[in-house]
């Protein structure tokens, strides 16, 4: 593994499986997991985790499961089989929604005979800002406060951890001292353009926040020119990850 790559999550933004299966086998041994998401999965269906695991990739399922307690413990039981790594459920489900599905993935890997993946707790998305959640969702506070407060929610329903923006880890940190893992998408190199994320961060600047792992989907697949293709870029991001590492003891 390229040292600090572990801590690379590539998303697989992609909408065949051609594309999907050539960029695992490329970046193999230089990222730590590869997310398999909405797009993705709709489009070719659940053998593609069984092909990415195959291959010996580590899937994070980000199927964002929000529903009522009973059809989210199915389908978490049902993900858990599939032998992915990772995968989420929207912590405003709800406390009982999130045992339910920490209690039936549990269920769903002894089945299998795979090991239980993380569950983690999605906050609130990097698309939304300050402007959106108060005025759109009519969800009163800050976004900081909002997002600590359904980190603790999920470590109380027995999750391993959330996802959430870089900008706020370290109220995480602070709310739930003890939380085994924060995934962070929103995190653009600087030589990238942000797109549509909204509360963005560097590799370097996240990883000196506190974060776990880096959720970082096309300046990995689709790298700016002077940078060259994926496997460059991954390295650049794994250097940059490792230089954070050592400043900030991780």
């Not at 790594?85 to 089945?111: D, T, Y």
């Not at 929610?153 to 109220?171: F, K, N, Q, R, W």
């Not at 300046?219 to 940078?227: A, E, M, Q, S, Y």
């Amino acid at each position: 593994m390229t040292p600090g790559g572990d801590k690379i999550i590539v998303a697989l933004d992609v909408s065949n499986e051609k594309e999907a299966l050539g960029l695992a086998d490329v970046l193999q041994g230089h990222v730590g997991f590869f997310k398999v998401g909405l797009e993705l999965i709709h489009s070719v269906g659940t053998g593609i985790v069984y092909k990415i695991v195959a291959g010996g990739g580590k899937v994070f399922l980000d199927c964002k499961l929000h529903d009522i307690p009973n059809t989210v413990a199915g389908a978490a039981k049902a993900v858990a089989r599939l032998g992915v790594g990772m995968f989420n459920v929207h912590a405003m489900g709800g406390i009982e929604m999130m045992k339910a599905a920490a209690q039936a993935a549990a269920e769903g890997a002894a089945s299998a005979g795979v090991p239980v993946p993380f569950i983690l707790g999605v906050t609130m998305l990097t698309s939304l800002d300050q402007r959106a959640m108060n005025e759109e969702l009519r969800v009163a506070g800050g976004v900081e406060d909002q997002v600590a407060h359904l980190a603790r929610l999920a470590t109380t329903a027995g999750l391993d951890g959330v996802v959430a923006s870089p900008h706020e880890i370290s109220a995480i940190r602070r709310a739930v001292p003890g939380i085994r893992a924060i995934v962070t998408p929103g995190v653009r190199p600087a030589w990238a353009a942000s797109q549509d994320q909204k509360r963005v961060l560097t590799p370097g600047e996240a990883i000196r926040q506190g974060a776990s792992y880096l959720v970082i989907g096309r300046p990995l697949t689709r790298p700016p020119h002077n940078i060259g293709g994926p496997v460059s870029a991954a390295r650049a991001v794994a250097a940059e990850i490792v230089a954070a590492c050592d400043s900030r003891g991780c």
